[in-house]
């Protein structure tokens, strides 16, 4: 498996299969997508090179509306070529680069930089300014520059769009399970530990505050969560609250907490990554400390029965 970020330092592929887009979340739709591609490559004796870009398109184009990503870049990658890709090519999506005309980024960019055996793409696939080139287009220019034309089933584009939707909103709504289902894994986000207000470890359950290391990354319902949480090459199982801490605040904050189980190490400024397992409650706010700690006492009770429960399946 390679990367590669500068376009310029591209090697020559041996019949590359090239294939394009953000897959966002590498999830089930799209890893049936990649398959078709690594198969092709297979079968004409080449490179499979997948096209990402970096940022998500969307961001320069409507940079006003939150992102939501699923998978920001370095895990995007790593389940791309988990999914037998050979070839990952992250390209900055500039002002300059979405203003190439769909014959520019079919002549200048494609053909110039990667001399394709294969495209595959979806029926319904858009580039160029504007969003004018498209799959018919392509198929215009194959003669003149020797590639083949490959359409990815109609079937298999339409259950990968709608398993992005369906999983953004499963995940906005802390339908955990359900995003799991789509993704073929558990939800999981990575972030770097904070300083917080240490209440949690005066009543002897002690937290680690998080903050995203990706900002755009979809941040799931508030309320509480059974979490497994990966740091140093080991998992460890937790319980996790996104919320606004009610009972001892009155701010609008959004926090992010983690109560790692059977976990005393220091970890200040380390990066952990947090995998969503189940969601078991909404956020609440107490009268008191000590409802708050008898509440903790049985989600903690709850989480570890989950946990187990899934480690069983």
Known sequence: MS???????????????????????????HKAILQEVVQHAKEVNGESVLLTFDPHPRKLLFPDQPLGIITPLQQK????????????????????????????????FMVDFFHPHSVVIGYDHRFGHDRKGNIELLREYAPKYNYEVIEIPVQLIDEA???????????????????AHMLG?????????????????????????????????????????????VWNSHKYDGMLSIGHNPTVSDKKELHIEVNIFDFDAE??????????????????KFDSIEELKKQLGMDKEKALELLKLKSLN
């Open 3 to 29: 990367f590669f970020y500068n376009i310029k330092e591209l090697p020559v592929f041996n019949n590359a299969v090239l294939t394009v887009g953000t897959f966002d979340g590498v999830h089930q739709g």
């Open 77 to 108: 990658l790593q389940l791309i070529t988990d999914a037998g890709i050979e070839h990952v090519v992250v390209i900055p999506f500039t002002k300059e680069f979405s203003e190439l005309s769909a014959q520019e980024y079919i002549e200048n």
């Open 161 to 179: 769009t709608v398993s992005s939707t369906k999983i953004r909103a499963a995940i906005s709504l802390g339908s955990i399970e359900e995003a």
């Open 185 to 229: 894994r558990n939800y999981s986000i990575a972030g770097t530990v904070i300083g917080g207000k240490k209440l949690g470890k005066t009543i002897g359950y002690p937290t680690a505050n998080i903050s995203l290391n990706d900002k755009d990354q979809l941040i799931p319902s508030i309320g509480i969560y059974a979490v497994r949480v």
């Open 267 to 284: 970890i200040y400024d380390e990066t952990i990554e947090i995998e969503f397992v189940s969601y078991m409650r909404d956020e609440e």
